[in-house]
């Protein structure tokens, strides 16, 4: 059985990678690391079919070092102690190139296994990652290795790698193959920056039409078989948070179509109650006191959208999604908490005034509990100036009236109430 086309394909040289030209561009960092020849221990960060692996061979044939490749899913510590074993052996002669795949899967016992070793300089490691290193690999690893982040390919870049595929299984075949330019369109965009998911999905449209008079790969065909994939999402993974994270800050952005696009991307991928969670909270975080009735309001839209659940779910979301990123804006509420929160953790807290503690029990009025309290609903504007913070911090002041049209009220009626009383 035939290895894969991107197997097949791989490039051999830094001018034949697909993307990443923030990293092997001429003058790029990381391309005259490799090009001086003294290449440190790296940490290759970013999704799966960017071309990780492949430069970790390239650079592994530039410095004409021994390598091995490991999966950290699959790998053992005694295979990590088969790569130690050839340390000074006549195959290893200019040194140990080791590329640990998915490192994040090994322990921490594992991963301190190679300190030593790639301390000294007779393993120079290469590990990737589709999880954030400086939340999977650890720091022993991390402080003696330097991260380069890969990211996904554009489509651009991808079409040309889809037009050499073609003449690629071409020349294999002895068979002139043709693409319409849609086809090479369809495969490049729906591939979700995966250059090898877009030489599957040539691969496979091939392998559908080559035995065809006149092989020719059409858009209808190539939208039929490539796969799904134009959005990367996995729900413990960074694309995760990320995508969480835009859709949070377009809102607060006020930016409807970018808030949208997220939250599309979110329902997609079929993650309902991860976008009504975000959406609650930015209602309330970001909107909050500017325009407090959208609470209720984003609630209603939410509990509506578990009611009739996906496809039809993402109506009501849409309305709320609109609303909240239009809305008046105000963080005031959780300036409040938060600073609140920080005195009670500090330990600012004091003792609650007698005049506030419960009276409601057979000897409060003895201990001088409720004494002193003044029920203020009888007065004028129910409201009457009394202390309600502990003595020792009588003075803090947690929430500052925002600059939106509603808190402004709301500040301009208590300035005048209290205002009143002090005469």
């Given at each position: 059985?035939?290895?894969?086309?991107?197997?097949?394909m791989r490039?051999?040289?830094?001018?034949?990678?697909?993307?990443?030209?923030?990293?092997v561009?001429e003058?790029?960092?990381?391309?005259?690391?490799?090009e001086?020849?003294?290449?440190?221990?790296?940490?290759f960060?970013?999704?799966?079919?960017?071309?990780?692996?492949?430069?970790?061979?390239?650079?592994a044939?530039?410095?004409n070092?021994?390598?091995?490749?490991l999966?950290?899913?699959?790998?053992s510590t005694q295979?990590?102690?088969?790569?130690i074993?050839?340390i000074?052996?006549?195959?290893?002669?200019d040194?140990?190139?080791?590329y640990?795949?998915?490192?994040?899967y090994?322990?921490?016992r594992?991963?301190?296994?190679?300190?030593?070793?790639?301390?000294?300089?007779?393993?120079?490691?290469?590990a990737?990652?589709?999880?954030?290193?400086?939340?999977?690999?650890?720091?022993a690893?991390?402080?003696?290795?330097?991260?380069?982040?890969?990211?996904?390919?554009?489509?651009?870049?991808?079409?040309?790698?889809?037009?050499?595929?073609?003449?690629?299984?071409?020349?294999?075949?002895?068979?002139?193959?043709?693409?319409?330019p849609?086809?090479?369109?369809?495969?490049?965009?729906?591939?979700?920056?995966?250059?090898?998911?877009?030489l599957?999905?040539?691969?496979?449209?091939?392998?559908?039409?080559?035995?065809d008079?006149n092989p020719?790969?059409?858009?209808?065909?190539?939208?039929?078989l490539?796969q799904?994939?134009?959005?990367?999402?996995?729900?413990d993974?960074?694309?995760?948070?990320?995508?969480f994270?835009?859709f949070?800050?377009?809102m607060?952005?006020?930016?409807?179509?970018?808030?949208?696009?997220?939250?599309?991307?979110?329902?997609e991928?079929?993650?309902?109650?991860?976008?009504?969670r975000?959406?609650?909270?930015?209602?309330?975080?970001?909107?909050?006191?500017?325009?407090p009735?959208?609470?209720?309001i984003v609630?209603?839209?939410?509990?509506?959208?578990?009611?009739?659940?996906?496809?039809?779910?993402?109506i009501?979301?849409?309305?709320a999604?609109?609303?909240?990123?239009?809305?008046?804006?105000?963080?005031?509420?959780?300036?409040?908490?938060?600073a609140?929160?920080?005195?009670?953790?500090a330990g600012?807290?004091?003792?609650?005034p007698?005049?506030?503690?419960?009276?409601?029990?057979?000897?409060?009025?003895?201990?001088?509990?409720?004494?002193?309290?003044?029920?203020?609903?009888?007065?004028?504007?129910?409201?009457?100036?009394?202390?309600?913070?502990?003595?020792?911090?009588?003075?803090?002041v947690?929430?500052?009236?925002g600059?939106?049209?509603?808190?402004?009220t709301?500040?301009a009626y208590?300035?005048?109430?209290?205002?009143?009383?002090?005469?």
């Amino acid at each position: 059985m035939s290895s894969p086309l991107a197997d097949r394909m791989r490039p051999q040289s830094l001018e034949d990678i697909v993307g990443q030209h923030h990293l092997v561009d001429e003058g790029r960092a990381l391309r005259r690391i490799i090009e001086s020849g003294n290449v440190p221990n790296l940490i290759f960060y970013g999704p799966s079919g960017v071309g990780k692996t492949t430069l970790a061979r390239i650079i592994a044939n530039r410095t004409n070092r021994r390598l091995h490749i490991l999966n950290g899913t699959t790998a053992s510590t005694q295979d990590i102690k088969s790569v130690i074993g050839e340390i000074g052996t006549f195959s290893a002669l200019d040194g140990i190139l080791l590329y640990l795949d998915e490192i994040q899967y090994f322990n921490k016992r594992q991963q301190q296994s190679l300190l030593e070793h790639i301390e000294n300089g007779n393993i120079t490691l290469i590990a990737s990652t589709t999880e954030n290193p400086y939340f999977y690999i650890y720091n022993a690893i991390l402080s003696r290795s330097t991260v380069f982040e890969f990211k996904p390919v554009d489509a651009k870049d991808i079409e040309k790698a889809v037009i050499r595929a073609v003449d690629f299984l071409s020349e294999e075949q002895g068979k002139k193959l043709n693409i319409e330019p849609e086809a090479v369109t369809a495969i490049a965009q729906g591939c979700g920056g995966d250059v090898r998911k877009s030489l599957n999905a040539v691969e496979l449209c091939a392998s559908c039409v080559i035995n065809d008079e006149n092989p020719v790969i059409t858009a209808e065909t190539a939208l039929e078989l490539s796969q799904r994939s134009a959005m990367r999402y996995d729900r413990d993974g960074d694309a995760h948070y990320d995508i969480f994270s835009a859709f949070q800050k377009s809102m607060r952005g006020s930016d409807p179509d970018a808030a949208l696009h997220y939250l599309a991307r979110l329902l997609e991928a079929g993650d309902l109650p991860g976008a009504c969670r975000r959406l609650m909270v930015c209602a309330c975080e970001d909107v909050g006191l500017a325009y407090p009735q959208i609470i209720p309001i984003v609630k209603s839209c939410v509990d509506a959208a578990f009611q009739v659940g996906l496809p039809e779910a993402r109506i009501p979301l849409a309305n709320a999604v609109i609303l909240v990123a239009t809305a008046p804006k105000s963080n005031s509420a959780i300036c409040a908490i938060d600073a609140a929160l920080a005195d009670v953790r500090a330990g600012k807290t004091g003792t609650i005034p007698d005049s506030l503690r419960d009276g409601h029990y057979s000897g409060a009025e003895k201990m001088g509990h409720a004494k002193g309290y003044v029920y203020p609903h009888p007065y004028k504007n129910h409201y009457y100036p009394q202390q309600y913070l502990p003595d020792e911090i009588k003075n803090a002041v947690y929430y500052n009236f925002g600059d939106n049209k509603n808190e402004q009220t709301f500040k301009a009626y208590w300035d005048a109430v209290k205002s009143d009383k002090k005469e």
